[in-house]
């Protein structure tokens, strides 16, 4: 489950060890840290409370959990790390979407680089990059190693793929009612495999196998919805 997306809810709130419980509908609570607590929970904030990229509110200077969280919140995680025997897993409510070349992260600003990329001149260009993209507000991007040296229009398909799979979580997240549920997988390799390898020189992927067929469909309806690629 690490990468998926849930509503969850509060079902507890420790102040000793400054963690809250999350039910996010899979039998084992997810622990949260206040350190993984975004700043639009923080009292006084809301929905539009944004953080920069690379620069995480300090431990000192955010408001102790308690006073964040209550019982019965409606909190948006995302998994981290699975859990080990009978401990849930450790959840985070800072939330990052990768594409093939950038990755979105809802409610933060700014723009970034992959660490990966160690070279100053190069994370110079990749900003530089970046910077030539009308990217939304109230969401920071990173790009991706993959993302280097590609086209300006290959980079605004990957950001349109990326507003379209935020688009179908925000539509989830209105008709799921009150229940935890699931709002993005990043688990799924068939989905994956459609994301990082399928290009515009593809004219047809072939599945063996009907219900990975629905689910390819699906997902191909949101991200490609002009999509050439046939899928048999």
């Known amino acids: 489950r ?8 509060v079902v507890n709130v420790e102040p000793a060890i400054q963690a809250a ?3 996010f509908g899979i039998g084992l609570n997810g622990f949260l840290h206040v350190s993984d607590l975004h700043p639009r929970y923080f009292p006084g904030e809301g929905d539009d409370t944004t953080e920069r990229v690379g620069h995480k509110t300090p431990r000192r200077e955010r408001p102790p959990i308690q006073h964040a969280l209550r019982r019965g919140d409606e909190v948006i995680v995302q998994v981290l790390k699975d859990g080990v025997g009978s401990k849930g897993p450790t959840v985070t409510s800072y939330l990052s979407i ?11 600003d700014n723009i970034g680089v992959s660490r990966k990329v160690e070279d100053d001149e190069q994370r110079r ?3 530089a990059i970046l910077d030539q993209l009308e990217l939304p507000e109230g969401f920071g991007f990173i790009l991706r190693t993959a993302g280097f040296q590609k086209t300006k229009t ?8 990326l507003q379209r799979l935020w688009k179908d ?6 008709t799921g009612g009150n229940k935890p549920r699931l709002l993005y ?7 994956r495999s459609l994301r990082d390898l399928l290009t515009s020189e593809i004219s047809q992927v072939i599945i063996d196998h009907e219900t990975a067929l629905t689910r390819a469909s699906r997902f191909m309806k949101i991200v490609a919805p002009r999509g050439a690629a046939k899928l048999m």
Request: no cysteine; glycine share 6%; net charge positive.
């Open 21 to 23: 419980f999350i039910d």
């Open 2 to 9: 690490v990468g998926n997306i849930y509503v969850g809810r």
């Open 169 to 174: 979580m925000e539509r989830r997240l209105k």
């Open 125 to 127: 260009e990749m900003r």
């Open 185 to 191: 997988s990043e688990s799924d390799l068939l989905v």
């Open 98 to 108: 990768p594409g093939r070349f950038l990755v979105m992260m809802p409610q933060m």
């Open 154 to 161: 290959e980079l605004k398909r990957d950001l349109s793929y």
